[in-house]
Structure formats: C-alpha cells, structure tokens
C-alpha cells in the first residue's frame, strides 16, 4: 500500500488509499471495502467513504519500493541482489536517480554497518526538487534492518 488520506468533516471521514493492487483491498465485487466500511463507521460512530485508487508506476514509488526490498530481504534473498534489481526498475521506469542506504546487521554480521547504493542524480540541496523518500524495516533472524530509499522524478 503506498498511503492513506484521511479528510474529516461533519457528514463524516472521507478515506483515499493509494495502492498498486486494488484488487486486494476491494476483493470480489467490493467485499472487503464493504465490510471495511462497516468496521469503521461501527468503530468512529460516523458515515465513512472509502475509495481506491491506483498507482499507475509502482517502481518509481519510495514506500513500495522499500516495502518489496523489506519483504525480500525478510525472506533471506541476498540483499545486494535485491537492491540492485530495485534501483535497476526504477531507472527503467523514468528516474532521474535513487538512491538507498541499508544499516543494520548486514548479512548477519556481527558489527552493523551501512551500505549506500546510487545511480543517476538526487539533489539534496534543492528544494525545489521532487524526490520521494521512505522508511522501511526488515525484520530478519539477526535483527532489524533499515532500508532508507530517495528517489529522484
């Protein structure tokens, strides 16, 4: 999922769910937002509208892109491997740069450390300059590895 809006007002809570896969959160015939519906507006006492919409370009998304390097990584694929292929998407799809820092236990060694990985440009000093940047963790056998992700549109 890429990210939530949240607008209140007096008829009630208006929600936006960006996401790549819609069909998971609408299921068959618009089940499970009918029943999301339902669980929130039983839960705030309020009318709630939820909508969908979709993200057209996921690899040049921070938050989905650190969330399928997160999820790999989770299920012991070589994190090198995982990064590359994911700054390797994103420039296809029409960055101008990414860049990701993970830190951590590593490989599960035994002092954490950190790896930076770039390709292209991203300015940190202009403001003007839209970059998408995101958190993630991964949560391996080791310990908790943090995945930073800016990307350069």
Do not use: C, F
Not at 1 to 20: C, E, F, K, P, Q
Not at 32 to 53: C, P
Not at 57 to 65: F, I, K, Q, R, S
Not at 87 to 107: H, L, N, T
Request: charged share 25%.
């Amino acid at each position: 999922m890429g990210h939530v809006n949240i607008t209140h007002s007096d008829a009630g809570l208006r929600t936006i769910i960006y996401t790549s896969r819609t069909a998971l959160i609408l299921g068959k015939n618009g089940e499970n937002l009918t029943k999301l519906q339902k669980k929130l507006t039983a839960l705030y006492g309020k009318k709630v509208q939820i909508d969908v919409k979709e993200i057209k370009n996921p690899d040049v998304h921070a938050t989905l892109v650190g969330d399928s390097i997160g999820r790999q990584i989770e299920r012991r694929l070589p994190y090198r491997r995982v990064i590359k292929q994911a700054i390797v998407k994103a420039m296809e799809k029409g960055a101008k740069g990414i860049k990701i820092r993970i830190s951590g236990r590593i490989g599960g060694a035994e002092i954490a450390r950190h790896e930076l990985y770039k390709e292209g440009n991203v300015p940190s000093q202009k403001i003007k300059a839209s970059i998408d940047y995101a958190v993630e963790h991964a949560l391996t056998q080791y310990g908790i590895l943090g995945i930073k992700i800016w990307i350069y549109k």
